[in-house]
């Protein structure tokens, strides 16, 4: 296999799939045109493999690289995850509601004990937009598949330890529930982290509540997070994650949103501002909306941006930018991609 990379890019006008070259980045496919693309995973051992999630609309999977897309699930899917066997699938939906595949997206079943936690847990699931809430994101932790974590927006940090059999809310902590991701501590089975619209937290046990990890930040308002690779044996990951500011207004009014990304070294005990007159502004208008690895740098990021929010998945959209770091965040440089406000990304090896 070449030493080259495919590049999944879900925008709020559909999804656009990119391959590098020695001249830069070459067009491979333009699908689901129109479809605003709000969830996306691949496989790594199938890297032709990867399941999208179109808002309103349903989950596609291409097993070709992005040549060709198949539905494969009906709904209103907000968010979408594979396990570690890379062989069963996870999706949520607005409202919320939860399934999962077995056989890689070819049958599904609904996981309908979420809806056996108390009456007012539920209650907290809804949207200031449409009063619905859904599912936001999904962890399906990597050393235990039995362990899921689910994101709500609204809603909360919800907790399943033996598979989704049954469920448990670990949202003590969090004051305001617009989660938008939760993850845990690569290598690590206590150690978690979620990023809310007004807040980002940490846990050394999520049912006994989280804390505020936010030292460093200028920013209020936060959204995806990413660890990369420790520099050294025994080290902690790199942490980046995408900010904006004036939470929740941010996402309605573009222009204010004052987008950042910040980097920790230390497991979220410190942050800093990275970037800044090394790729990205001072004032950035655009939401940074996803942050993923590079499958064949472990110092290298890609970044996606975009005057749309992720949550708001509905409207007009503006332009987009796909930008790529390979010293960890100090720097970016811009693709040059022609292409509508970015929402998530996927990275493949060829």
């Not at 333009?30 to 479809?35: E, F, M, N, P």
């Not at 994101?137 to 362990?147: E, G, K, M, S, T």
């Not at 994650?241 to 996402?251: L, M, N």
């Not at 010293?327 to 509508?340: T, V, Y």
Request: proline fraction near 5%.
């Amino acid at each position: 296999m070449a030493e080259g990379v495919r590049l999944y890019v879900g925008t709020h006008e559909g999804m656009f799939v990119y391959r590098s070259t020695n001249a830069g980045w070459e067009p491979v496919n333009q699908a689901l045109i129109s479809g605003i693309v709000d969830t996306m995973v691949g496989s790594i051992r199938r890297p032709e493999r990867v399941y999208a999630g179109v808002a309103h609309d349903g989950i596609y999977r291409t097993d070709d690289g992005g040549l060709h897309w198949n539905k494969i699930l009906a709904g209103d899917v907000r968010a979408v995850a594979l396990d570690a066997s890379e062989d069963t699938v996870y999706a949520g939906f607005e409202p919320v509601g939860l399934f999962r595949s077995e056989d890689g997206g070819d049958t599904w079943e609904e996981i309908s004990s979420i809806f056996a936690l108390p009456e007012a847990v539920q209650k907290r699931w809804w949207s200031p937009r449409t009063g619905i809430g859904h599912i936001r994101h999904i962890f399906v932790h990597p050393d235990d598949d039995r362990v899921l974590y689910l994101g709500m927006e609204h809603g909360g940090v919800h907790r399943s330890l033996d598979r989704g059999a049954s469920w448990e809310d670990v949202t003590t902590g969090i004051d305001y529930v617009d989660m938008h991701m939760v993850a845990a501590l690569p290598n690590s089975s206590t150690r978690y982290y979620c990023s809310s619209a007004q807040g980002f937290f940490a846990s050394d046990d999520p049912n006994d509540g989280w804390t505020r990890a936010e030292n460093g930040f200028t920013r209020n308002y936060f959204h995806d997070f990413v660890f990369l690779p420790p520099k050294a044996e025994g080290a902690l990951p790199t942490m980046l994650i995408g900010t904006a500011d004036e939470s929740p207004k941010a996402w309605r009014r573009p222009e204010r949103a004052r987008a950042a990304i910040f980097r920790s070294d230390d497991g979220a005990e410190s942050w800093r501002r990275v970037g800044v007159g090394a790729g990205l502004a001072e004032e950035i208008t655009d939401m940074i909306s996803t942050l993923v690895t590079h499958p064949l740098n472990p110092d290298a990021v890609f970044t996606g941006l975009g005057e749309v929010s992720r949550g708001h998945a509905h409207g007009e959209a503006g332009p987009g930018r796909v930008l790529l770091s390979h010293d960890r965040g100090e720097s970016w440089a811009d693709l040059k991609l022609e292409i509508p406000a970015d929402r998530v990304l996927w990275a493949a090896a060829e």
